[in-house]
């Protein structure tokens, strides 16, 4: 089971940290991602790590602004945001799959998700 959290109402500019820890279930050699869906649109990738944590993809929309990590010894993927805007409003899930995948389709477990909204 993932739980996300940390999602919030911010201004423009602010910055927020989400989490997602694993729970029941061990993430050894697992990619985890971080995905968004805004209203009337797709799920999308937004930043993935892989088990290591030395591989990372940012989609072209955050990179500069947003940052995942993880903790393997506490089985939790983070997301640092920074500089938020409006256009980052939407519902953030974490999930987690074998390998490293950018793809949606290819995660196998997900979480809850947690809204982030942006006022501008």
């Known amino acids: 089971q993932l739980q996300a959290c940390g999602g919030g109402l911010v201004q423009a500019g602010g910055s927020l940290r989400l989490s997602c820890a694993a729970s029941?279930?061990?993430?050894?050699?697992?990619?985890m991602g971080w995905f968004r869906q805004a209203p009337g649109k797709e799920r999308e990738p937004v930043a993935v790590?892989?088990?290591?944590?030395?591989?990372?993809y940012y989609a072209d929309s955050v990179k500069g602004r947003f940052s995942i990590s993880r903790d393997n010894a506490k089985n939790t993927v983070y997301l640092q945001i920074n500089n938020l805007k409006p256009e980052d409003t939407a519902v953030y899930y974490c999930?987690?799959?074998?390998?490293?995948?950018?793809?949606?389709?290819?995660?196998?477990?997900w979480g809850q998700g947690t809204l982030v909204t942006v006022s501008s």
């Open positions: 999930a987690a799959t074998p390998g490293f995948w950018v793809i949606t389709t290819a995660y196998r477990y």
């Open positions: 029941g279930r061990t993430l050894i050699n697992h990619g």
């Open positions: 790590i892989d088990w290591s944590g030395g591989r990372t």
